[in-house]
């Protein structure tokens, strides 16, 4: 308090950091990376890695997303699948197919997407929104709920055929593993086949 009775308060400046560093933290937590729920993760990388009827890829994405939360991220699912796709899951989101990034829960047209969104399509038998919708119920009925697991063997990654065997030539063993008749190929880490010096 100065001498004729007045309490100064802070600078204009301190407000001004304080409200953009309130705002920074606002655009974390609600940012596609943080701010998503693990269903709806969990549902674009379904779409994204197998299309409008990802069948028996989604759980298996799924137990890959499981084993990674555990293995690496202490069971935080949102960190196991921004680490499995971060251009999908990052802030901002960077895939090519830019529509992917506004697949939403509520089901609204995505941005970037040209082809009609309610109009039902002959090749998948639904509307893209109605095929996204139901995604999303396999998504959250997993995360809920997780099912028995989808593979002979727990997978620990999904790719191409040429992708694992990228991963073969990197020094790692791996062994694909049955998960049904999925587009992707499932594949489980053995050991380190080699020391990379």
């Known amino acids: 308090m100065r001498d004729d009775g007045w309490t100064p308060g802070p600078s204009p400046w301190t407000l001004v950091l304080w409200a953009l560093a309130m705002l920074g933290a606002w655009c974390w937590l609600t940012g596609p990376a943080h701010g998503q729920d693990p269903a709806t993760m969990r549902a674009r990388t379904c779409v994204s890695e197998a299309g409008w009827s990802p069948g028996a890829d989604c759980p298996a994405i799924a137990a890959v997303a ?13 960190a196991a699948l921004r680490a499995l796709s971060p251009r999908l899951h990052g802030s901002p989101c960077s895939v090519t197919r830019g529509w992917l990034c506004d697949l939403d829960p509520d089901g609204h047209r995505p941005a970037g997407l040209g082809a009609p969104w309610v109009r039902v399509l002959p090749s998948i038998g639904s ?38 065997r990228r991963r073969a030539l990197a020094g790692y063993l791996w062994r694909e593993t049955d998960c049904g008749p999925t587009r992707n190929h499932f594949g489980r880490l053995l050991v380190r086949a080699v020391d990379p010096d």
């Open 127 to 164: 509307s893209r929104r109605d095929a996204w919708l139901a995604v999303l119920v396999t998504a959250r009925a997993l995360v809920d709920v997780p099912a028995r697991e989808p593979c002979a063997v727990e997978p620990h990654a999904w790719g191409s055929g040429a992708d694992l």
């Open 66 to 78: 499981r084993w990674r939360a555990r293995a690496h991220h202490d069971g935080d699912l949102r």
